[in-house]
T-cell receptor, first 110, second 113 residues
Framework: QKEVEQNSGPLSVPEGAIASLNCTYS??????FFWYRQYSGKSPELIMF????GDKEDGRFTAQLNKASQYVSLLIRDSQPSDSATYLC??????????FGGGTRLMVKP | DVKVTQSSRYLVKRTGEKVFLECVQD?????MFWYRQDPGLGLRLIYF???????EKGDIPEGYSVSREKKERFSLILESASTNQTSMYLC????????????FGNGTRLTVT
């Protein structure tokens, strides 16, 4: 079992819809969880992070964390074609090291 | 804004050559990392460093070495490049403690022929 699991996609949503990206992790010691966006041919850029159970909102993005279920998700409201990218989930362990999932490719169709 | 600069965007080298990939960050970060990214394999950690002259092996250190002589600079060295080291190489830095995100450079696409 991989340490960080993400559905590779592609996840296709129409413009204006909500995109839901999911991530499960195996290390129960993970404390913080980062979401990165990576456009094709570019390096990952930080979207947001979450460390408490529940929801955290930042503009059109909402991160959701459930440590008991070892599950973290990212919701993108009012999806735009410019949101088309690969989204990487990265739990941070007790040693402050990030482990990256394989990423989910999101396609937002106009 | 944190800036992480990788010296080359594209690099083509021959098998057996010694290759240096340079990375410089301007935020006085303690932690620096080298990853490689390949389709289907995701981001894999090669080496990291918590301080000057300190280095730790990541998940795939074989065939690589690193050097950190100054806090702002972290170099990745391929002692004898091989074709299976053709990849995208990403340098990153972070501050200390929890909730410190990684800040990535623009990447170096290395091709070994």
């Amino acid at each position: 079992q991989k340490e960080v699991e993400q559905n590779s996609g592609p996840l296709s949503v129409p413009e204006g819809a909500i995109a839901s990206l999911n991530c499960t992790y195996s290390d129960r010691g993970s404390q913080s969880f980062f979401w990165y966006r990576q456009y094709s041919g570019k390096s990952p850029e930080l979207i947001m992070f979450i460390y408490s159970n529940g929801d955290k909102e930042d503009g059109r993005f909402t991160a959701q964390l459930n440590k008991a279920s070892q599950y973290v998700s990212l919701l993108i409201r009012d999806s735009q074609p410019s949101d088309s990218a690969t989204y990487l989930c990265a739990p941070q362990n007790a040693g402050n090291m990030l482990t990256f999932g394989g990423g989910t490719r999101l396609m937002v169709k106009p | 804004d944190v800036k992480v600069t990788q010296s080359s965007r594209y690099l083509v080298k021959r098998t057996g050559e010694k290759v240096f990939l340079e990375c410089v960050q301007d935020m006085d970060h303690e932690n620096m990392f080298w990853y490689r990214q390949d389709p289907g394999l995701g981001l894999r950690l090669i080496y990291f460093s918590y301080d000057v002259k300190m280095k730790e092996k990541g998940d795939i250190p074989e065939g690589y070495s690193v050097s950190r002589e100054k806090k702002e600079r972290f170099s990745l060295i391929l002692e004898s490049a091989s074709t299976n080291q053709t990849s995208m190489y990403l340098c990153a830095s972070s501050g200390p403690g929890m909730n410190s995100p990684l800040h990535f450079g623009n990447g170096t696409r290395l091709t070994v022929t």
